[in-house]
């Protein structure tokens, strides 16, 4: 179904509709188990997460079997699947990644540019059994170019696959095609007349031997078909320039290593116009059809529209097979089972994911839903707290926790409204007022959103952010606002956004960026971005996610404790002790624990620092409550009752 419900009136048509963002794409890879027993926009339901730095896979792993670990924050090497998958309360889960091995195949040389040819290898190539046997099973069967856990892949949509051998439809396919043993010597000649051999360049690396043995299968395939075929390896991870430039080769096997979830270089990469280009195109693929649908895939801003121009390329590519995939890359991820439930398995980062910290949960058995610390292993520490600095898996992990976006991928990949409840997007055919050749995108925000020092998270927030990237100079985050040309907000809690050029594609160049407080990077500056240094806990930021650092010590972990305020918090239970004690002073002075806590903050070091103002303010709060329980009782406590209060007060500092 289309998030664009409304906006169908034709072909070239740009959206002007409310988009309900939770309703999205069609597509979930079939290897992700998710099952989550609450509320999408409800969490976090633990007290903490800690990340513990642990550098090797072995340290990883013992710690896990040792339960001193819930989860290892990253893919687990292969040699110790067989251990973890046969330990007591641990699971190991499975997701295909942004990586697969492909042939590409000279279409501008005769006989390759013929399609039966090309087919016919797609038939007999057994790619499941390249998966097992040359892979280990840490691959699965592929046919479309497009990534499984892409939203916008076509795979399995074809009808049929090539996914096991057909051994009798390649050879039909060559025989009707002309393709005959003229000599009878076993080796079938070019429709023509002329030789024919194969050459398949790949590259090689000492002691690889997975893409070595998907090669060997790749002759064995034209073999079974009567085709006489050969590797030519390069000792490199690279081709030499005559492929890349020239193009002058018959079949190569290569690795794509895809960045992103979106399809539009599907319009770059196999259109006719960049048949001679180099670095682009490698099978200098021609067709007519396939390029008919660019227009549509890369300039219409209706959802409908795009995915229709997406899987039709992809189709045409199955059919005509320029390109043959032969699998996609799956990686594993291992947890214990025994600590908490609701571990999410998502769709592009595995268990070691955000969506598992916002959704683990206790079982009933150990007193939750809420409470406890999830404990992560990553292996190397925070290189920077600033966002735009800091580029380690352990810093990536920590600033997803503390800053949020417009728009998330939920646990299967669909497009889901965070800091945006909803949008429209248009151009000049469907406003007046947007000028011709533009994109314009209107979000409208929640109106409860926060940051930690209590002020409001609204459209000046995200206006502000967008600006700030675009404009200062380098700031990694400004990738993809090159085209922006117009953002402001018109009101409290609605943002508008526009681009010079018109584009679906432009949403993800903002929806996805994390929004920065306005009155903190003003006094940064533009040029100020990169020197920015935050230092918590012992400095608090101001962020707005549903964690923020409490603790923190070099090298060894850190740990992120619960926002309480987070605008999307699950409703937790309020406790309160059942006997309530009246007191009997005026006083204005803070109780002796709130004194002594207050007293000792500068002797305090990272052991102890407490979590966040946040709950210096939960501290307040319970000293104005016992103020308003003096204005409004008079009297003494007995001897017993001053007693009890004294053991509160140190059960509570």
């Given at each position: 179904m289309?998030p664009?419900?409304?906006?169908?009136?034709s072909?070239?048509s740009?959206?002007l509709a409310?988009l309900?963002l939770l309703?999205?794409?069609?597509?979930v890879?079939t290897?992700?188990q998710?099952?989550?027993?609450?509320p999408?926009?409800?969490?976090p339901?633990?007290?903490?997460?800690?990340?513990s730095?642990?550098s090797?896979?072995?340290?990883?792993?013992?710690a896990?079997l040792d339960n001193?670990?819930d989860?290892?924050?990253?893919v687990?090497d292969?040699?110790?699947?067989?251990?973890?998958s046969?330990?007591e309360n641990?699971?190991?889960?499975?997701m295909?990644?942004n990586?697969?091995?492909?042939?590409?195949i000279?279409?501008?040389?005769?006989?390759?540019?013929?399609t039966?040819?090309?087919?016919?290898?797609?038939f007999?190539?057994?790619?499941r059994q390249?998966c097992?046997?040359a892979?280990?099973?840490?691959?699965?069967?592929q046919?479309s170019c497009?990534?499984?856990?892409?939203p916008?892949s076509?795979?399995?949509?074809?009808?049929?696959?090539?996914?096991?051998a057909?051994?009798?439809?390649?050879?039909?396919?060559?025989?009707?095609?002309?393709?005959?043993?003229i000599?009878?010597?076993?080796?079938?000649?070019a429709?023509d007349?002329?030789?024919l051999?194969?050459?398949?360049?790949?590259?090689?690396t000492?002691g690889?031997?997975?893409h070595?043995?998907?090669?060997?299968?790749?002759?064995?395939?034209f073999?079974?078909i009567g085709?006489e075929?050969?590797?030519y390896?390069?000792?490199?991870?690279?081709?030499p320039?005559?492929?890349y430039?020239?193009k002058?080769?018959?079949?190569?096997y290569?690795?794509s290593?895809?960045?992103g979830?979106?399809?539009?270089?599907l319009?770059?990469?196999?259109w006719?116009?960049n048949a001679?280009?180099p670095?682009?195109?490698f099978p200098?693929?021609?067709?007519a059809?396939?390029d008919s649908?660019?227009?549509q895939?890369?300039?219409s801003?209706d959802y409908?529209?795009?995915?229709?121009?997406?899987?039709a390329m992809?189709?045409?590519?199955?059919?005509?097979c320029?390109v043959?995939v032969?699998?996609?890359?799956?990686?594993?991820?291992a947890?214990?089972?025994?600590?908490?439930?609701?571990?999410?398995?998502?769709f592009?980062?595995?268990v070691?994911?955000?969506?598992t910290?916002?959704?683990?949960?206790?079982?009933?058995?150990?007193?939750g839903?809420?409470?406890?610390?999830?404990?992560?292993?990553?292996p190397?520490?925070v290189d920077s707290?600033?966002?735009?600095?800091?580029?380690?898996?352990?810093a990536?992990?920590?600033?997803l926790e503390m800053?949020d976006?417009?728009?998330?991928?939920n646990p299967e990949g669909?497009?889901?409204g965070w800091?945006?409840?909803?949008?429209f997007?248009?151009t000049?055919?469907?406003?007046?007022?947007?000028?011709?050749?533009?994109?314009?995108?209107?979000?409208?925000?929640?109106h409860n959103a926060t940051w930690?020092?209590?002020?409001s998270l609204?459209?000046e927030?995200v206006?502000f952010?967008?600006?700030?990237?675009?404009?200062?100079?380098g700031?990694?985050y400004?990738?993809?606002?090159?085209?922006?040309v117009?953002?402001y907000?018109?009101?409290?809690?609605?943002?508008?956004?526009?681009?010079n050029?018109?584009?679906?594609?432009h949403?993800?160049?903002v929806g996805?960026?994390?929004?920065?407080?306005?009155?903190?990077f003003?006094?940064?500056?533009?040029?100020g971005?990169?020197?920015?240094?935050?230092?918590?806990?012992?400095e608090?930021?101001?962020?707005s996610g549903?964690?923020?650092?409490?603790?923190?010590s070099?090298?060894n972990?850190?740990e992120?404790?619960?926002?309480?305020?987070?605008?999307?918090h699950?409703?937790?239970?309020v406790?309160?002790?059942?006997?309530?004690?009246p007191?009997?002073t005026?006083t204005t002075?803070?109780p002796?624990?709130?004194?002594d806590f207050?007293?000792n903050?500068d002797a305090?070091d990272?052991t102890?620092t407490?979590?966040s103002?946040?709950?210096?303010a939960?501290v307040?709060?319970?000293?104005k409550?016992?103020?308003?329980?003096?204005?409004?009782?008079?009297g003494?406590?007995s001897?017993?009752?001053?007693?009890?209060?004294?053991?509160?007060?140190e059960?509570?500092r």
């Open positions: 289309s664009f419900p409304e906006a169908k009136q072909r070239k740009l959206l409310l309900t309703l999205c794409v069609p597509h890879s290897l992700a998710i099952e989550v027993s609450t999408l926009k409800s969490g339901y633990i007290d903490n997460i800690l990340f730095i642990i090797s896979d072995s340290q990883q792993v013992q896990l001193e670990i989860l290892i924050g990253g687990i292969p040699t110790y699947l067989l251990e973890l046969e330990a641990v699971a190991v889960t499975s295909p990644v990586e697969y091995g492909y042939l590409t000279n279409t501008a040389r005769y006989p390759f540019n013929i039966a040819f090309r087919r016919a290898l797609a007999a190539l057994d790619k390249i097992q046997e892979w280990n099973d840490l691959a699965v069967p046919d497009v990534l499984q856990m892409s916008w076509a795979e399995g949509l074809f009808g049929y696959d090539y996914y096991d057909d051994v009798q439809t390649g050879n039909e396919l060559l025989d009707d095609a002309g393709f005959q043993d000599d009878e010597d076993g080796i079938r000649e429709p007349g002329s030789k051999n194969v050459t398949l360049i790949t590259f090689r000492e690889d031997t997975r070595v043995s998907t090669c060997e299968h790749v002759i064995d395939a073999q079974a085709i075929g050969e590797v390896y390069w000792d490199l991870w690279w081709f320039e005559f492929f430039v020239d002058d080769y018959d079949i190569a290569r690795i290593d895809l960045n979830l979106g399809v539009e270089w319009a770059e990469e196999y006719s116009e001679d280009a670095y682009v195109n200098r693929f021609s067709n059809s396939y649908w660019r227009e895939l890369l300039y801003t409908d529209e795009i995915s229709e121009a997406a899987i992809q189709r045409i590519l199955f059919e005509e320029p043959i032969c699998y996609e890359q799956v990686v594993h991820y947890h214990r089972i025994d600590g908490f439930e609701d571990i999410v398995n998502d592009r980062y595995g070691s994911s955000w969506w910290n916002y959704k683990a949960q206790l079982p009933d058995s150990q007193g839903p809420f409470g406890g610390t999830l404990r992560w292993s990553i190397a520490d707290f600033n966002l735009m600095v800091g580029s380690s898996l352990c990536r992990k920590v600033f800053y976006s417009l728009i998330i991928g669909v497009d889901v800091l945006a409840q909803s949008f997007a248009g000049h055919q469907d406003n007046s007022d947007v000028p011709v050749g533009r994109t314009r995108f209107t979000f409208d925000l929640i930690t020092d209590g002020s609204t459209a927030d206006a952010t967008l600006n700030y990237y675009r404009d200062s100079p700031n990694p400004g990738a993809g606002l090159e085209d922006l117009t953002v907000s018109p009101s409290t809690y609605r943002v508008i956004v526009e681009f050029t018109e584009s679906y594609w949403l993800y160049s996805y960026k994390p929004i920065l407080p306005k009155h903190v003003i006094e940064v500056g533009l040029d971005w990169e020197d920015w240094s935050p230092n918590p806990p012992g608090p930021m101001v962020t549903p964690f923020n650092v409490s603790v923190y070099r090298n972990f850190i992120l404790t619960h926002n309480p305020g987070y605008f999307y699950a409703d937790r239970p406790t309160t002790n059942e006997t309530q004690t007191t009997t005026g002075t803070p002796d624990w709130l004194a207050l007293g903050m305090l990272w102890i407490i979590s103002l946040t709950v210096i939960i307040l709060t319970k000293w409550l016992e103020l308003s329980n003096v204005q409004q009782h008079t003494h406590k001897d017993e009752v001053e007693h009890q209060q004294s053991e509160n007060n059960q509570q």
